[in-house]
């Protein structure tokens, strides 16, 4: 670790603290939403409650908005099941629900297929965060995040029905487009073993600074657990004991980029699974600076990519115009 490294590692952890006593409130933080859903009878408010925004989503309440939600559509509700919803079975229901249950089952199998070990959740977070259904709080309101497993609130389920009542008739079909082409390579030994713990955090929600699972950090400690776009590079090759990291001095997207001579800079066209991909306003033979090196993502193939962004930890498809545009050059760590 450079001193600048460990200088700016410090900076994050003390930026990234908790911060109770600032921001939005768990209940109350996407207020348009909730009158959103309220109008349109998705969700009602709680007798002598109001909205109740961080109370727990039941069963009883799910069901009830996905028939209104079904209504609206002149399709059939799906069945919730008793018991607790989660923010991964929510994600599952609703991904079911919008129709594309059929195309979760094939992205999973195909990671499966793979030999990445993905977890029961990954094809229906991966097509949900297509779809843009999870929401991203603002950095000073991370503590506000929800892991996969945790009971989805009624605001966080408002905040995505909200998503869906705004969809155009586009939205379903581009993501059918888009992950219908999620096919993977043959992986090398060295690929798939960073690549299966990737792919384990699909649905972490981001936090700024965040490298961890939990509160904990080796810099000081993160509002929530989970992880920013460098920071998750950081756990997959650095805090997981991967030899390949021993390479990656620099902490921060930029600095990882720029550690490298522009030599051993790869383009596009040449990017291999587990390359580090680095996106910015940087032209490919430019310095890397911090504000020209703004993301870092890990490659699945040279089709999509698996990173962490607004919508936690993710796979994206590096195929469309905008990210090629904002695309710099990759690094081979394998």
Same mark, same amino acid.
């Given at each position: 670790?450079?001193?600048?490294?460990?200088?700016?590692?410090?900076?994050?952890?003390?930026?990234?603290?908790?911060?109770?006593?600032?921001?939005?409130?768990?209940?109350?933080?996407?207020?348009?939403?909730?009158?959103?859903?309220?109008?349109?009878?998705?969700?009602?408010?709680?007798?002598?409650?109001?909205?109740?925004?961080?109370?727990?989503?039941?069963?009883?309440?799910?069901?009830?908005?996905?028939?209104?939600?079904?209504?609206?559509?002149?399709?059939?509700?799906?069945?919730?099941?008793?018991?607790?919803?989660?923010?991964?079975?929510?994600?599952? /229901?609703?991904?079911?629900?919008?129709?594309?249950?059929?195309?979760?089952?094939?992205?999973?199998?195909?990671?499966?297929?793979?030999?990445?070990?993905?977890?029961?959740?990954?094809?229906?977070?991966?097509?949900?965060?297509?779809?843009?259904?999870?929401?991203?709080?603002?950095?000073?309101?991370?503590?506000?995040?929800?892991?996969?497993?945790?009971? /989805?609130?009624?605001?966080?389920?408002?905040?995505?029905?909200?998503?869906?009542?705004?969809?155009?008739?586009?939205?379903?079909?581009?993501?059918?487009?888009?992950?219908?082409?999620?096919?993977?390579?043959?992986?090398?030994?060295?690929?798939?073993?960073?690549?299966?713990?990737?792919?384990?955090?699909?649905?972490?929600?981001?936090?700024?600074?965040?490298?961890?699972?939990?509160?904990?950090?080796?810099?000081?400690?993160?509002?929530?657990?989970?992880?920013?776009?460098?920071?998750?590079?950081?756990?997959?090759?650095?805090?997981?004991?991967?030899?390949?990291?021993?390479? /990656?001095?620099?902490?921060?997207?930029?600095?990882?980029?720029?550690?490298?001579?522009?030599?051993?800079?790869?383009?596009?066209?040449? /990017?291999?699974?587990?390359?580090?991909?680095?996106?910015?306003?940087?032209?490919?033979?430019?310095?890397?600076?911090?504000?020209?090196?703004?993301?870092?993502?890990?490659?699945?193939?040279?089709?999509?990519?698996?990173?962490?962004?607004?919508?936690?930890?993710?796979?994206?498809?590096?195929?469309?115009?905008?990210?090629?545009?904002?695309?710099?050059?990759?690094?081979?760590?394998?």
């Amino acid at each position: 670790m450079t001193r600048a490294a460990a200088a700016t590692l410090a900076a994050v952890a003390a930026l990234a603290a908790p911060v109770a006593a600032q921001g939005a409130t768990r209940a109350g933080w996407d207020k348009h939403e909730q009158r959103q859903v309220v109008r349109a009878g998705i969700l009602q408010p709680l007798p002598g409650r109001g909205f109740a925004g961080a109370q727990p989503l039941t069963a009883s309440q799910f069901q009830s908005a996905l028939d209104a939600l079904a209504g609206r559509s002149g399709s059939k509700a799906v069945a919730v099941s008793a018991g607790t919803v989660t923010v991964a079975g929510f994600d599952r /229901i609703l991904v079911r629900q919008l129709g594309l249950a059929d195309l979760a089952k094939s992205v999973r199998a195909e990671a499966r297929r793979a030999g990445l070990r993905p977890p029961s959740r990954f094809g229906t977070e991966v097509v949900a965060r297509q779809l843009g259904l999870r929401v991203n709080h603002p950095s000073q309101d991370d503590r506000l995040e929800l892991y996969p497993s945790d009971p /989805i609130t009624r605001a966080e389920a408002a905040w995505s029905f909200a998503r869906v009542l705004g969809f155009d008739s586009w939205e379903v079909g581009y993501a059918r487009q888009v992950l219908d082409q999620f096919k993977l390579p043959a992986y090398t030994s060295r690929q798939k073993a960073a690549l299966r713990l990737a792919v384990s955090k699909i649905g972490m929600p981001y936090v700024w600074g965040g490298e961890s699972d939990t509160t904990s950090s080796i810099y000081g400690g993160q509002a929530h657990g989970g992880y920013d776009c460098s920071g998750f590079v950081w756990r997959v090759f650095k805090l997981s004991g991967n030899r390949a990291g021993e390479r /990656i001095g620099g902490r921060t997207a930029a600095q990882m980029a720029g550690e490298i001579p522009r030599s051993k800079r790869i383009g596009f066209a040449k /990017i291999e699974p587990g390359d580090l991909l680095f996106f910015g306003s940087a032209g490919f033979r430019s310095r890397a600076t911090e504000s020209s090196i703004t993301h870092v993502g890990i490659a699945l193939s040279p089709q999509f990519m698996i990173h962490s962004s607004d919508q936690g930890v993710y796979v994206a498809p590096l195929f469309e115009s905008w990210r090629q545009r904002e695309f710099a050059w990759a690094r081979r760590v394998l």
